[in-house]
């Protein structure tokens, strides 16, 4: 799997924000995490120069370099970031490095600023292109909280995206016992394929929060012959289903007419083809622009479960897929 394909953990959308910056002066550090793409707006200035959708300092004068601490909204591994400097040409950094460290709780700018934090490189200064999308693959190590994004010396960056695996703390999560969504991307879970995404990401099944509209969800194209469209999601931790919720909000024309859920019990990350699947929610009609709550549909025998498999049929739109069920935790 490509890492750009793996969850973008400093996205405002999950709370990631740009918290500390030495300098910010032509363009705010927050539009570093922004879910939207950069934009550029044609003959637009503010009083200190021209409008950019990104964080740029000023031009450096004196030794050194700036720099930007992010919090990620999910602590988690990282295996790639994606520094876009788009629409940034003639002001961009001429290079870059990344380091991470990991802060239990909510550290204030002293603690990230000061000694008390070790930082981790986890890129070293490497060249970047002006406006374009500039990918680093990180060998993935530890789990991290914060980044700081180093830029040399100075310039714009439009967007900061962070993709990884989330690593939640599960001992926790579950302290209190009961049914957790098993499937949601704040607890680990991950979609690792899906048999069409032409109008939508199937991650955006597993977001928190309620759909914004059409666009945050997963839609397929419409299907011309036989069969249907799935996605498998890998469970943040193996546990058994005990209920599912499938919301088909802002699909009014475009809904699947029903679906199915299945299971399987894998180790790797992509279930093999013959993996041995076991249906949990037998095919069901779903209705436009709804949230359907099965409670009592699913199976009681679920078995315990690292994979789901949502079939739709025949195609259509998904917003949210809830998989609510109990972690078996060390097993």
């Not at 009592?296 to 809830?322: K, M």
Request: proline share 6%; with cysteine; glycine share 12%.
């Amino acid at each position: 799997m490509e890492f750009t394909q793996l969850i973008d953990l400093a996205s405002e959308r999950l709370g990631g924000a740009a918290l500390f910056t030495n300098d910010e002066f032509f363009a705010p550090k927050e539009n570093l995490v922004r879910a939207s793409q950069p934009e550029w707006r044609e003959g637009e200035y503010t009083e200190r120069g021209k409008w950019m959708d990104g964080w740029e300092t000023r031009r450096r004068r004196s030794p050194g370099y700036d720099w930007c601490i992010v919090r990620l909204g999910l602590p988690g591994r990282i295996h790639g970031v994606v520094v876009d400097t788009a629409f940034f040409t003639g002001n961009y950094p001429e290079s870059c490095s990344i380091e991470g460290c990991t802060v239990d709780g909510f550290a204030d700018e002293a603690t990230l600023t000061g000694d008390r934090v070790t930082w981790t490189e986890i890129l070293p200064q490497s060249p970047l292109r002006g406006n374009d999308r500039n990918l680093f693959e990180i060998s993935p190590s530890q789990k991290f909280t914060h980044l700081r994004l180093n830029i040399f010396p100075d310039g714009g960056v439009a967007r900061l995206r962070v993709h990884g695996v989330v690593l939640p703390e599960w001992w926790s999560l579950h302290r209190g016992g009961g049914e957790l969504d098993l499937a949601a991307v704040e607890h680990g879970g991950r979609v690792v394929q899906c048999s069409d995404e032409h109008y939508g990401n199937p991650v955006n099944m597993i977001m928190p929060g309620q759909p914004l509209g059409m666009h945050d969800g997963w839609e397929t194209k419409r299907r011309r012959g036989p069969g249907h469209d799935w996605a498998i999601v890998r469970l943040g931790a193996r546990g058994q289903i005990r209920r599912a919720v499938i919301d088909t909000s802002h699909f009014k024309g475009n809904a699947p007419g029903s679906c199915s859920i299945e299971v399987c019990d894998s180790a790797v990350e992509v279930p093999p083809a013959d993996a041995e699947w076991q249906t949990i929610l037998q095919l069901t009609s779903l209705m436009a622009h709804t949230v359907h709550d099965f409670v009592d549909r699913v199976s009681r025998e679920a078995p315990t479960a690292s994979h789901a498999r949502l079939n739709i049929h025949p195609d259509g739109g998904v917003a949210r897929l809830r998989l609510f069920g109990v972690p078996v935790l060390g097993g």
